[in-house]
């Protein structure tokens, strides 16, 4: 026997003694692939013992390489095995493990938010919107026979207190002059004058009234609706605000229609809510939603309607208002401060 | 308006409870906004005094016995007007408890006061809040009349007539016929189902025959209509007639009437009428003052009293002032009158502002003994100019610019004078003057039940139209189907059909009406996309994490002025101040503010959009209102995940701004913005950090830092704001002619990735190179990325290093390492070649 195979044999049985310890004695991973590298890998034992091979008599060379093949496999099959013992080691140990600091603040996508005027408006809208009328919008500054005459406000009248009336350079005098608008009801004179009958219509929009303390804004937000065909009632205007208001403030609740005065309607109306009382309660208080009527003759004639072929009504809501109740501001100063602490909380 | 219920219930002889009341008048259209109740308070009684003596050390103090019905008690008191002994006055017992006009409660108790054990106290009006403005304790021998003094122990309640609830009414402008309780009793009696009838006027004790030489033999002299018995006097009128009146301008004054009261005592009034006026918040004067506004709050029609021998040239003449005219009203303050403005004067010059407030010298003072009454009808619409323009607003202009009743003018002079007699001890004539050159008579309105159905949607019997149409007044004639109604004229809203059937349903009840739901025909002419674009805007913006702020679209120039906005504006004519009174041609302002008022509250940075207009000049035009979204971002910036935990702080600067306008942009139309050189900068921008936002090559907004001294103007100097315009009427049309996205074919092979990085001048833009790269890679390259930029050591100045990510991908088959190391390296050669660009 040569004494390279004597060296060659001995190796081998050294190896074949010493992987088995050395890989189990590996705890995690990179512990288990270094310990196979001793023996498989580029400069690992077992490779640099193959490398003597071309030392050993050519008989012997046959059954030392299948025996230097058999151990390499040996080696994998236990690092395959001991990989997957560690793997499942260690979900063990995760999934047994400390928990999430689940207080840590989670990576929100940047949040942002509308206006709670917008919210309530387009609130509005959908539900309206769903009820057949469609949305149009016109413009801030407006004729004042627009906002006045042509809605049969009388001329130098008291009704006419209740909209202190802001004018503005470059228009006429009288009906010329321009104003900004005391109320989206601009709207009914601009869209019947263009259209015809029928029409189903509401109008969101910025109104603004020369009134400034801790109730008012001299800027607002109303929105006003008006429907006009043949056939259009009071009745009809009961059921179709009552329809509207069950469902913005949703079932629960009592609807009060009650006498009052707008230049522009004839009769008119102002409509309560409240919540009607549950298990023997009270109800809640009453609360003043919205003005509306049937659109005074006047009004149609003045946009080229006949008061005797088509009728209508016409409402009209604050929408701060309603944004308020609905959030619980108490200040309509809050709404125009635009501190994001404020805009960032609906 | 307010309402006695006490009143309401005298008028009208119905009981009323009244919470109902409140809520049938509010439905009725007479909204109640508040009740408020005066009540006797209890264990307050009528006291008798046995001895007063002044406390030894206190002056001004008394010590007091008092019989209360019971015992006597010892009580010190401060008022001067105690009586002697046997007098009587009103004594609070210990464990009276008493509301005072400031809402808070005076508890009577045994306290000692000055070394003085005090049980109880002698009360004035005001304590009781039965009356005001009365000078010390109430003392029953010195009310005037000769009403028996009731005993001591008599219970307030009994003792006087006290106890009432008042409705604070919010009138709305048509119902002038409320300012009176007449009126509002009319409607009451309409909702419980009666016909209201006028009370009548009772004579006064004594009246004058004829016109004792002060009403002039004319066309003009009317006798006044009273019932009863009165006794006939003579009087002594030396030197007060004959008194003319002379109307000059009869379309602002058509009726004119004047009563006479000779020879009374001005005094206090009696107990009920003072605490009448009270409840119902007017302060007692005198009798003969108090009785006009007694009237008026019962008829609703103003009234003026002149003391009679102040008035010069016995004469009354109405007619317009002369421009400039000047006259000092009762209020002291000297009045500058135009031509516009209707007077009343005497034989020499003005005496009132009609119908708005009384002159001075000839007001009913202590020493008026002969009284002239008027009861007028001005015309409404120059009674509101005059009290406009001069900034008067009283109960008399209150009513006549909202309508008084002209045909009442006899009843107001003979209920007037009758009382005006009855509690001056005077004489009233029996005759007064009324001019009144054209009569206006109540309107004729045709009703048509067919319409009053047509109308309201339900039927309703003729008989309840008709009863519900008596009951306010109306007088009919004609067949139901077509009535001929004439309304009243203390109800100047009546004109039209409509008007009347409002006033059915009124009186018939709006809880009667159905609740039916019309079908809605589609209009075709409608156009839904303006307010669904304006929402998408809005939704886009607040989804990708910015604050919506609405401002308001009125600001002060020197805010403009700061934001370099157009300061060609629309002014307000009539601002309430100079912090709001030019319309906005930029939304800067309110954004930059609210960014400073954010910053100044600690929150770290700011976020903001706004879609709202500015407002620009157009002549002999209304205004053109621009729709704008505006985005607003200054301080610190969040990480994508909104805190800060992990990763660091940093400011927002423009690249934040540009992808924002990119998401939004992208959010509304699906398409992705560029930022393109702008050719005009605009004032309020940074001249080296702007640009022009271009969307398919069409320009529509900009996007810059603010330029540092705007930043300062508006005190944000410790950061760098960042703000976009977007013109949305652009955008809009933009949006409108926009095909839909196509769908896009999805590749099915693999893309290869490589990178590559650049170091070349800074001049060059890093979407320059992306193109040339592009260009360079040929037709495999799919995009272009910048992933990383640097500058700083280890690049030699001037330069910098850019890191692209170019994607290689040939859509009909996988590519290969070396077809790719090919096109890389052509897309490497075009950057060298073109920017001297060094491979890294």
Known sequence: ?346 | MRASIQWLRELTGLELSVPELAEKLTSIGLEVDAIEHFDAPAHVVVGEIRSKEKHPDKDRLSIVRVFDGEKEETVICGAPNVPEPGGHILFARVGASLLLEDGTRLDIAERTIAGVASRGMICSETELRIGSGSAGIFVFEDEPGDAPVPAAGTPLAEALPVGDTVFEIGLTPNRPDCLGHIGIARDVAAIYGQTFEMPAVKAPARVAPGVAGVVPESAERRELAWEGESEETAVDAAGLGPFAVEIADASRCPRYGAAFVLGGKVQKSPFWLRNRLHVLGLRPRSNLVDVTNYVMLETGHPLHGFDLETLRGRKILVRTAIEGETMTTLDDEERTLSADDLLICDGEGPVAIAGVMGGEDSEIGDTTRHVAIECAYFDPRSIRRTSRRLGMHTDASHRFERGVDPNDVPYVLARTAALMAELGGGVALAEGIDAYPAAIAAERIVLRHERVEALLGFSIPAATVRSCLERIGCVMKGDSERLEVYAPTWRPDLHIEEDLIEEVVRIHGYEHVPALVPAIRPSRSGSPLRSSFERRVKEAAASVGLYEAISYAFVSPAELRKARASEDVVKLANPLSEERSVMRTSLLPGLASAARQALRRQAPGVRLFEVGRTTHPRDGQLPEERETLAIFLAGAAHGPDGNTWIGGERAYDFYDLKGFVESVVDGITGRRVALAPEAGVPPWAHPRRVGSIELDGRRIGVAAELHPEVGEAFELEDVRGQLALIDLDVLRTLVGDMDPPRAPELPRVPAVVRDIALVVAREHTAGSIAEVLGEGGGALVESVTLFDLYEGKGVPEGRRSLAFRIVYRDPESTLTDKVVDKAHAKAAKAAKERFQAELR
């Open chain 1, 1 to 346: 026997m040569s004494e390279a195979l004597e060296k060659f044999r001995a190796g081998l049985s050294e190896i074949e003694g010493a992987y088995r310890p050395a890989l189990e004695a590996a705890a995690e991973e990179n512990a288990l692939r270094e310990a196979r590298a001793r023996f498989t890998g580029p400069s690992g034992a077992l490779t640099e013992l193959m490398k003597g091979m071309k030392d050993v008599p050519g008989p012997s060379r046959r059954e030392l390489g299948q025996a230097c093949n058999a151990l390499k496999t040996a080696i994998q099959s236990l690092f395959d095995a001991r990989l997957e013992a560690l793997e499942k080691a260690a979900l063990q140990a995760e999934l047994e493990g400390p928990a999430l600091d689940l207080t840590l603040p989670g990576r929100r996508p940047l949040p942002g938010r509308l206006h709670p005027i917008t919210r309530a408006e387009y609130d509005l809208l959908d539900i309206f919107g769903s009820m057949g009328f469609e949305v149009a919008r016109g413009p801030e500054i407006d004729t004042f026979a627009r906002c006045f005459t042509q809605l049969g406000f009388p001329p130098d009248h008291p009704a006419t207190d209740e909209h202190d009336t802001f004018y503005v350079t470059g228009g006429g005098e009288g009906d010329d002059a321009h104003v900004l608008r005391t109320h989206t009801s601009t709207m009914q004179i601009r869209e019947m004058s263009r259209r015809e009958a029928p029409l189903a219509v509401v109008s969101p929009g910025k109104v603004f009234r020369r009134d400034d303390d801790a109730t008012h804004s001299p800027m607002f937000h109303q929105l006003e609706g008006f429907l006009v065909d043949e056939g259009i009632t009071f009745a009809h205007l009961q059921g179709m605000l009552t329809v509207f208001l069950e469902r913005f403030f949703g079932g629960g609740i009592e609807v009060r229609f009650r006498a009052s005065y707008f230049p522009f309607v004839e009769p008119g109306a102002e409509v309560d809510v409240r919540r009607k009382a549950e298990h023997g309660g009270d109800p809640g208080p009453w609360m003043e939603i919205l003005g509306c009527g049937m659109i005074h003759p006047t009004v149609l004639k003045n946009v080229g309607y006949d008061p005797e072929k088509v009728s209508g009504f016409a409402f009209g809501m604050g929408v701060d208002r309603i944004a308020m109740v609905r959030h619980g501001v108490p200040n309509i100063k809050a709404l125009y401060e635009n501190d994001q602490r404020f805009l960032s909380a609906f």
